[in-house]
């Protein structure tokens, strides 16, 4: 079983159409876990509306916290999820039908990798990804939190709850560092984010390059290093 985790913010407004693309997945053997990140916008009757309607109603879990910050609330979900697979989905984000079919069956075929990742869409952005080495995975981020992890192969201490911003990324260098592992590549996009999440800080790559003190280019440069130092990330290209 594939348990879906999707940690939420003040984000009643788009996680309806997160969970409509959740009940059209082909693969039919998950269950939904939504942790309630300390939302003040009623998100808990937009799920509970959706939740008594479903034909998946027995399926559909949520988890109130008090404000913690996404890591927090994903290790939360992991603490109720039953499932072999884990699966961190974001609260504005919509699947392809076949988006759980597609990354199961890849870590089926694969048992040497630890997740599935797939390109994606962000708005009418198309962010490829394609195969991902050691080298480059340790170079940058690089790799969606949407990504399909089989549970064995997760951090034994979960999501990082310090790191505020690039979680992904810190969480593919642990499970390298920790198991060994990477993750296996799909070509198909399999899912789209809508803009306005954490990914809407998003500029193009020259920017941080012939920019460097803009304010957003020097969060970013500042997450790059908090990110480098945990993980021993020293070497130049």
């Known amino acids: 079983m594939i348990s879906i985790i999707i940690p939420v913010y003040n984000q009643a407004d788009k996680i309806e159409e997160t969970l409509k693309s959740i009940e059209l997945q082909t693969y039919r053997d998950y269950e939904v876990i939504v942790v309630n990140d300390g939302s003040t916008d009623k998100v808990d009757r937009v799920f509970g509306k959706f939740a008594k309607n479903s034909k998946d109603e027995n399926n559909y879990y949520f988890i109130n916290q008090e404000n913690k910050g996404a ?5 939360r979900g992991v603490k109720r999820a039953k ?3 884990l699966f961190f989905c974001d609260a504005d984000a919509t699947l392809a039908s076949d988006a ?6 890849a870590l089926e075929k694969n048992k040497e990798a630890a ?4 390109s994606f869409y962000w708005g009418k952005k198309f962010f490829k990804v394609g195969k991902i080495d050691e080298k480059k995975l340790k170079k940058a981020p690089c790799i969606h939190t949407m ?5 064995e192969d997760f951090p034994e201490n979960g999501w990082d709850e310090s790191i505020k911003k690039l979680q992904d990324w810190d969480l593919w260098l642990t499970i390298l560092e920790e198991k060994e592992k990477l993750g296996v590549f799909i070509e198909k996009p ?8 954490t990914i809407s800080s998003w500029l193009p790559s020259f920017v941080y390059k012939l920019l460097p003190f803009l304010p957003k280019v020097k969060k970013y440069n500042k ?4 990110i480098k130092d945990k993980h021993g990330l020293y070497f130049k290209d």
């Open 71 to 75: 890591p927090a609330a994903r290790n």
């Open 83 to 85: 499932g072999d697979y």
């Open 100 to 105: 759980l079919l597609l990354m199961h069956k």
């Open 115 to 118: 997740y599935a990742y797939s």
């Open 147 to 151: 990504s399909l992890i089989k549970r």
């Open 190 to 197: 399999l899912f789209k984010v809508s803009p306005g999440g």
């Open 223 to 226: 997450a790059v290093k908090i």
